[in-house]
């Protein structure tokens, strides 16, 4: 009979042995099948039946419950906690430092001294506005409006003189020159001369060993050359001796005091003899003995043409 309990109370462990790996095996072949699953459709969930409908927005808002926050307490002291959330115990010291260097930057403290400087604020002062008299602008308004007539008149009226400078353009201030061959002129005769450097006149440039030619007229011991236009363009050039820088090339008179034809005429226009009626005659003599003077320009004599200003 003892036998046959132990046989028994072994059976009984194997059997609840062999239930326990049945149900294991059971267990795990059912999660790797819910594993393997696709999802085929998002879950939702279900609405609720009883959804309390609002006829506004506003309504909805004040219904709205208030959620109270569920934070749990901070152990440490909020006056320690600095603004990255971080706990600091020295902050408090900190902040003092910050302040007073702050204060000592702008220059109120100042530590040698050991004295407080407060600037203040500084008092703007405010500006009057002056009262505007709109009778006193309309008169204003009446007087400029009568200048710019007056200048508008006088701006067509006026005849204004040629600008010389226009002529002369963009012009070299020094232009070296020669006398081509050897030339006997006269008063209003022409002279020859060429260029000895490239230069610009009247904005163009001019080559080398151009001809120029300029026109004579005498004044005591100088025969002065002007020029009035250079190939076919009108400029206005003098000629200056490159020896004494002097206007007009010297030369010894036969008549040391004459001048040239105006000059003449002054001096004779300021005569009044009443015994001698033949002025005029007078006046005639000069001028012709002023036409037959003669000067002879030398091969290669050097000059500078410069603008007439």
């Not at 005591?220 to 002007?226: S, T």
């Not at 009108?234 to 030369?251: C, H, M, N, R, W």
């Amino acid at each position: 009979m003892k036998i046959e309990k132990n046989k028994i109370v072994f059976a009984a462990v194997l059997a609840v042995i062999f239930i326990f790996l049945i149900s294991y095996s059971v267990m795990v072949m059912s999660d790797d099948e819910s594993e393997n699953e696709n999802l085929e459709q998002t879950l939702i969930p279900d609405l609720e039946e009883n959804q309390k409908e609002y006829d506004s927005k506003f309504d909805a808002i004040n219904d709205l419950k208030e959620v109270r926050e569920n934070n749990a307490p901070s152990i440490y002291d909020e006056k320690l906690i600095d603004s990255l959330g971080f706990y600091d115990p020295d902050l408090p010291e900190r902040e003092k430092e910050r302040i007073v260097d702050s204060i000592y930057n702008t220059g109120r403290i100042q530590y040698s001294e050991k004295r407080y400087q407060n600037f203040g604020q500084k008092k703007v002062a405010q500006k009057e506005i002056a009262q505007i008299d709109s009778a006193e602008v309309k008169r204003e308004q009446k007087i400029q409006a009568k200048e710019l007539g007056l200048e508008h008149q006088l701006f067509f009226a006026a005849a204004p003189k040629p600008n010389d400078f226009s002529k002369l353009g963009n012009t070299d201030e020094t232009i070296y020159a020669v006398v081509d061959g050897d030339q006997v002129v006269m008063a209003n005769s022409r002279l020859r001369m060429r260029l000895t450097k490239a230069a610009t006149i009247n904005g163009k440039q001019i080559p080398k060993n151009t001809f120029i030619f300029g026109f004579i007229s005498f004044q005591p011991n100088r025969a002065l050359i002007e020029i009035s236009t250079i190939k076919h363009r009108p400029t206005k050039l003098k000629a200056f001796d490159l020896q004494d820088g002097s206007e007009g090339i010297y030369v010894e008179n036969n008549f040391r005091a004459e001048a040239t034809r105006e000059v003449m005429d002054d001096i004779i226009g300021d005569i009044n003899i009443p015994s001698i009626p033949q002025v005029g005659g007078l006046t005639q003599v000069f001028r012709r003995t002023n036409r037959k003077i003669k000067v002879t320009v030398l091969n290669n004599y050097k000059l500078i043409l410069k603008p007439k200003l």
